[in-house]
C-alpha cells in the first residue's frame, strides 16, 4: 500500500522568502502525485501535478514541484512568499486500485504560517 | 460554474440522531468522494463510488453508509452518529479515469455531543 509523509507540521517563513514544502512517498512504482492547498475555511484546490515526464512541475500561484525518483519526493517550492499563501498544503499519491481507479492517499498536511 | 456542492455546510447534533450530508457535482463527473479531516491525520478517505450504484469502503468506512442512485448526487449517511465521528467532511469528484485531479466541496462541519 502507498504511503505519503510530510515531515513538518508547521512552518513559519518570512514574506518575501522562498519556500520549500517537503512531501515522500512510498509506493513500488511512479505514482501521481499532487499538492493540493486549503485556505481557512475552504476546501483543497489543486496547485499542481505530476504524472510523467519532465520533472519539475509548474503549478497555479507561482508554485512549482520537483519529482526526485531516487529519493521517492515530491518537494514544493515557491521562490517567493506572499501574505496570502499562508494557508494549509497537502501532498497526495495516487495510484491505480485493483479495479483500475484511482486511490489517492494524502499526506497528513504542513500549515504554512507567513510573517510581515 | 462547475463546482461540488455539500449541505449542510455547518451540524451539530446528538449521539445516535440519524443524519445525511449531501453532496452533488455538475461536472458529469463519474467518480466521487468523501472524506474526513482530523488534525495531525490528514484526509482519509471513507468510501467511494465509481459509478451510479457502484459504491466501496475507503479507509475509514465504520459508522457511515453512502448510495449513488443519480451520477451527480453521492450522499454521506450516518445512522447513528457518535461523538468520534465529529470531523470536517469533504466530499470530492473526478472524471473516472486514472490521473486526473479531484475538485472538493467546501466542506461540512460536524459536531456530535
Known amino acids: 500500500a502507498q504511503s505519503v509523509t510530510q515531515p513538518d507540521i508547521h512552518i513559519t517563513v518570512s514574506e518575501g522568502a522562498s519556500l520549500e514544502l517537503r512531501c515522500n512517498y512510498s509506493?513500488?512504482?511512479?505514482?501521481?502525485l499532487f499538492w493540493y492547498v486549503q485556505s481557512p475555511g475552504q476546501g483543497l484546490q489543486l496547485l499542481l501535478k505530476y504524472f510523467s515526464g519532465d520533472t519539475l512541475v509548474q503549478g497555479i500561484k507561482g508554485f512549482e514541484a520537483e519529482f526526485k525518483r531516487s529519493q521517492s519526493s515530491f518537494n514544493l517550492r515557491k521562490p517567493s512568499v506572499h501574505w496570502s499563501d499562508a494557508a494549509e498544503y497537502f501532498c497526495a499519491v495516487g495510484t491505480p486500485n485493483s479495479g483500475g481507479y484511482q486511490k489517492v492517499t494524502f499526506g497528513t498536511g504542513t500549515k504554512l504560517q507567513v510573517i510581515p | 460554474e462547475a463546482q461540488v456542492t455539500q449541505n449542510p455546510r455547518y451540524l451539530i447534533t446528538v449521539t445516535g440522531k440519524k443524519l445525511t450530508v449531501t453532496c452533488s457535482q455538475n461536472?458529469?463527473?463519474?467518480?466521487m468522494s468523501w472524506y474526513r479531516q482530523d488534525p495531525g491525520l490528514g484526509l482519509r478517505q471513507i468510501y467511494y463510488?465509481?459509478?451510479?450504484?457502484?459504491?466501496d469502503k475507503g479507509d475509514v468506512p465504520e459508522g457511515y453508509k453512502v448510495s449513488r442512485k443519480e451520477k451527480r448526487n453521492f450522499p454521506l449517511i450516518l445512522e447513528s452518529p457518535s461523538p468520534n465521528q465529529t470531523s470536517l467532511y469533504f466530499c470530492a469528484s473526478s472524471p473516472a479515469t486514472l490521473n486526473y485531479e479531484q475538485y472538493f466541496g467546501p466542506g461540512t462541519r460536524l459536531t456530535v455531543t
Open positions: 509506493y513500488g512504482a511512479t505514482p501521481y
Open positions: 463510488s465509481m459509478n451510479v450504484e457502484v459504491t
Open positions: 461536472m458529469n463527473h463519474e467518480y
